[in-house]
């Protein structure tokens, strides 16, 4: 069991930055790959950035390539989402998740979920 919970969500004008973290609990962290999601407003709950068991493996999705940086410390049983160049339609609650299979972009392999965070950017 993992238990995941999120923080550093908030209200940041276009063009800002956020940096998000992801507290597991457990001493099993470094086994799992951790994901990022989002879900705005009616719509489904999208990829965002993933990152391996080790932290050496990173993957993004095209819509924030370039801007978003997914890291862990498995010290600290933690992910980051550090968020720059910030958009309107990066408005959405943003989730962590965990999964004990490899690095995916997929919501159905992960296990494990947080809460979220809500993130919202103004014009």
């Known amino acids: 069991q993992v238990q995941l919970v999120e923080s550093g969500g908030g209200l940041v004008q276009a063009g800002g930055s956020l940096r998000l973290s992801c507290a597991a609990s457990?001493?099993?962290?470094?086994?799992?790959?951790m994901g990022w999601f989002r879900q705005a407003p009616g719509k489904e709950r999208e990829f965002v950035a993933a990152?391996?068991?080790?932290?050496?493996?990173?993957l993004y999705a095209a819509s924030v390539k370039g801007r978003f940086t997914i890291s862990r410390d498995n010290a600290k049983n933690t992910v980051y989402l550090q968020m720059n160049s910030l958009k309107p339609e990066d408005t959405a609650v943003y989730s962590c998740?965990?999964?004990?299979?490899?690095?995916?972009?997929?919501?159905?392999?992960?296990?494990?979920w947080g809460q979220g965070t809500r993130v919202t950017v103004s014009s």
């Open positions: 998740a965990a999964t004990g299979v490899a690095l995916s972009t997929s919501r159905n392999n992960y296990d494990y």
């Open positions: 990152v391996s068991r080790s932290g050496g493996t990173t």
């Open positions: 457990g001493r099993t962290f470094s086994s799992y790959a």
